[in-house]
Antibody, heavy 123, light 109 residues
Framework: QVQLVQSGAEVKKPGASVRVSCKAS????????MHWVRQAPGQGLEWMGV????????SFAQMFQGRVTMTRDTATSTVTMELISLRSEDTAVYYC????????????????WGQGTLVTVSS | QTVVTQEPSLTVSPGGTVTLTCASS?????????PNWLQQNPGQAPRTLIY???NKHSWTPARFSGSLLEDKAALTLSGVQPEDEAEYYC?????????FGGGTKLTVL
């Protein structure tokens, strides 16, 4: 069973940046796409972006373009999401999720989720 | 930007059957959108119950099933249990991005 263990809660001031890490057990980083999703207090889930397991390339939701980076370190089995220029609206729980391709033709399974990391942006 | 729409809330009696739906602003939902259905309890991380339209995980209770219903993705719960009260999200791949629906709050009453 794959486990995703995320780093601890963060408190940041507006304008600062935050890095959230997600350590994966097993060889999931070599076989799974690693996604990031966030959830503001009392709100729904919001997809942020993904790191490709083979090419290391990334793809982000339009609203995060230019503000987010996602990297992976296979040596430590860790993916990291960095969000810059934080504002109060970025206060949320951030989740990593591992996603495997299923069969052929673009079918995917969000099969494992991290426990979430609360990021609070406040002056 | 695709908008994915779910019923904001539904209520079902224990033992009953309920269907949650997931519509896309770009047109009919198909298997190419790789619909995933997630369950989230308060204060917990989401967990995926259904992937790729209708496939279940080992942890998915048999009473949950996924399908395509007319132009939407659907999640049907048959023989609802009190522990099924939760928030349910659909997730679609559309236009090169993944998009969540707004969630359905399912109340078992």
């Amino acid at each position: 069973q794959v486990q995703l263990v995320q780093s601890g809660a963060e408190v940041k001031k507006p304008g600062a940046s935050v890095r959230v890490s997600c350590k994966a057990s097993g060889y999931v980083l070599n076989t799974h796409y690693m996604h990031w999703v966030r959830q503001a207090p009392g709100q729904g889930l919001e997809w942020m972006g993904v790191v490709d397991p083979s090419s290391y390339s990334t793809s982000f939701a339009q609203m995060f373009q230019g503000r987010v980076t996602m990297t992976r370190d296979t040596a430590t089995s860790t993916v990291t999401m960095e969000l810059i220029s934080l504002r109060s609206e970025d206060t949320a729980v951030y989740y990593c999720a591992s996603v495997r391709a299923v069969g052929v033709g673009g079918h995917y399974d969000f099969d494992n989720w991290g426990q979430g990391t609360l990021v609070t942006v406040s002056s | 930007q695709t908008v994915v729409t779910q019923e904001p809330s539904l209520t079902v009696s224990p033992g009953g059957t309920v269907t949650l739906t997931c519509a896309s602003s770009t047109g009919a939902v198909t298997s190419d959108n790789s619909p995933n259905w997630l369950q989230q309890n308060p204060g917990q991380a989401p967990r995926t119950l259904i992937y790729s339209t209708s496939n279940k995980h080992s942890w998915t209770p048999a009473r949950f099933s996924g399908s395509l219903l007319e132009d939407k993705a659907a999640l049907t719960l048959s023989g609802v249990q009190p522990e099924d009260e939760a928030e349910y999200y659909c997730l679609l791949y559309s236009g090169g991005a993944w998009v969540f629906g707004g969630g359905t709050k399912l109340t078992v009453l």
